[in-house]
């Protein structure tokens, strides 16, 4: 028996309990009796009609779950940003799917709802997927309508990304089902077609009240906007559905008959299993973030029969890098060491830091997985580059730079797995958010933050203690203390990963068992895109 396995399990398992805790109270949108309301209306709710919609017993993901979690508390909060976004499959084709959740303030976009739908175009476009929209919002949520409205990355772009994926050929359905107003209303109607509900749905750029204010017109909403007026009078809309279900079997027998796309051609295989127990990841993965790990026993538990090739096995040693097959597909592995180890001058490298070696050896492994067209896979947990006179002499920043040139001119998709640490140029070498992966998801052991918690705490603990003494204060030890607990509390808050998915740093918080589902489905949906870019690494330092 392995005491320390089953202490490093038992605290993991608490940490998967407190994800699903978390999660399940998101499911249950704007409450227990928003719910209730909202089905008195003979509506089903975000989840259901995306649950119906997809077939049956097959896998899917979702996208955001976490998305504005402990977000906006002051307006009444806005779990999972008041949308949701799932990736699976009607009629047997891969598509996303974007539900606008009525029972969070009757579906009213915060800037966290702008940002999840703009994340969820982004994917449809990366990967040109089918995207069904499932319209059900009063629009704009008014009292932040500045952080909504006028930006690049605001409102309005959603418009402009259905113009683009309509003249890229990417297919995109919409059902109205509740209400669609104002500039919302472009959303369907920018869509290839568009299906409303009849009585429960209806949409216009203006209701019945600001038509009687705006130029003294007396009509109702379903006279001005409803699925009667549109689908027989103006033509807005292209088909009438009695009610939800009626809608959404429209849905599934349209995309029943789009045509097959044009394969990337990524390798694949007859799936097979782990030989090694993927259960055993949560008693090899340490309590902490300080403590050593081999990396590669947690490859072995995500990899097809725990196989895979390692390139330079033996040189660069805090980062691995591997050929291995997940689900069948081909990938290329680059993961970060946690173990100290040893290099071939009996030089000591510490887990989890990149090297020069290390930095050399992952720039030219991703340079060969996209000479032979294979998905790359990230699985971090990094603390940054090596520092001090030796590292900078010899040349640290330049091979820095060759790798995130790797990372940024890769044109093979990126898949990002946060394990543990997430820290400073580390997260960019190692395929952060900002680096364009395919899908970038956190494991509840994760860590994101511009360097550890400790470091910073003491680093910002003097810049504060030395604007109180300038001020004439004078600071006690115990003062000194209760400043570094506060602050050690707030930056423990901010690198959290739940911290990190509630603004959509990732696409969620995952059980690590999910790894392979995530990475496999999110191949599958790029290899709906063919590669046209040529790979070409710029100017690189020598």
């Not at 952080?147 to 995109?172: L, V």
């Not at 995309?255 to 694949?268: E, P, S």
């Not at 081999?294 to 033996?314: H, M, P, Q, T």
């Not at 640290?396 to 997430?422: E, R």
Request: hydrophobic share 40%; aromatic share 8%; charged share 25%.
């Amino acid at each position: 028996m392995d005491i320390n396995f089953n202490k490093n399990e038992d605290y993991n398992k608490l940490q998967l309990a407190n994800l699903k805790k978390k999660l399940l109270k998101v499911y249950k949108g704007g409450g227990i009796k928003n719910i209730e309301k909202h089905k008195a209306k003979g509506k089903l709710t975000a989840r259901e009609r995306i649950n119906y919609l997809l077939d049956n017993n097959t896998m899917s993901i979702e996208i955001g779950a976490l998305a504005g979690d402990n977000m906006y508390e002051e307006h009444g909060g806005c779990p999972s940003g008041g949308v949701v976004v799932k990736i699976g499959y009607i009629k047997g084709k891969q598509c996303i799917v974007v539900a606008n959740d009525a029972t969070v303030k009757a579906g009213a976009w915060f800037p966290i709802t702008a940002k999840k739908n703009l994340r969820a175009q982004e994917i449809a476009i990366e990967n040109r997927l089918p995207i069904i929209y499932l319209v059900d919002s009063a629009g704009v949520y008014l009292p932040m309508q500045n952080e909504i409205f006028p930006d690049k990355e605001h409102f309005g772009r959603i418009f402009r990304n259905n113009a683009i994926m309509s003249s890229e050929g990417i297919t995109q359905i919409s059902a109205i089902m509740g209400s669609c107003v104002a500039g919302g209303a472009y959303l369907p109607i920018m869509s290839d077609e568009a299906l409303i509900v009849d009585k429960t749905g209806s949409i216009f750029l203006a209701g019945s009240y600001l038509v009687k204010a705006a130029i003294g017109e007396s009509i109702d909403n379903e006279t001005l906007g409803g699925a009667t007026t549109h689908c027989e009078i103006s033509g807005v809309t292209d088909y009438k559905a009695k009610d939800d279900y009626d809608a959404l079997d429209k849905i599934k027998n349209i995309i029943d008959k789009i045509g097959d796309f044009d394969k990337a051609g990524f390798n694949r295989i007859e799936p097979r299993k782990p030989i090694e127990d993927p259960d055993d990841i949560l008693g090899i993965l340490p309590k902490t973030r300080t403590e050593q790990y081999e990396i590669r026993a947690i490859i072995e538990r995500i990899v097809d029969n725990s196989e895979f090739e390692e390139y330079k096995k033996n040189y660069g040693k805090t980062i691995v890098c591997a050929y291995a097959r997940i689900d069948g597909w081909a990938v290329g592995i680059v993961a970060n060491q946690r173990k100290v180890v040893k290099t071939a001058k009996k030089e000591m490298q510490f887990g989890g830091v990149i090297y020069s070696d290390s930095a050399d050896k992952a720039t030219r492994f991703i340079a060969n997985c996209n000479q032979k067209k294979i998905p790359l896979v990230f699985l971090q947990d990094v603390t940054g580059f090596m520092v001090g006179s030796k590292s900078e002499h010899g040349g640290i920043i330049k091979d820095g730079a060759k790798m995130v040139n790797a990372v940024s001119n890769s044109v093979v998709p990126k898949f990002t797995i946060i394990i543990g640490n997430s820290y400073g140029a580390g997260n960019y070498a190692m395929c952060g958010k900002a680096y364009d992966p395919r899908l970038i998801v956190a494991w509840p052991s994760a860590r994101l933050a511009v360097m550890g918690g400790e470091q910073a705490a003491k680093v910002l603990l003097q810049i504060e203690t030395a604007s109180l003494k300038k001020k004439g204060e004078k600071i006690t030890k115990e003062q000194e203390q209760k400043i570094l607990e506060s602050i050690q509390q707030r930056y423990n808050e901010q690198t959290s990963p739940y911290y990190a998915a509630a603004h959509l740093w990732t696409d969620a918080v995952i059980n690590p068992l999910d790894t392979r589902k995530w990475i496999s489905m999110g191949i599958e949906a790029a290899n709906h895109a063919p590669i046209k870019k040529e790979f070409n690494l710029g100017v690189i330092q020598v």
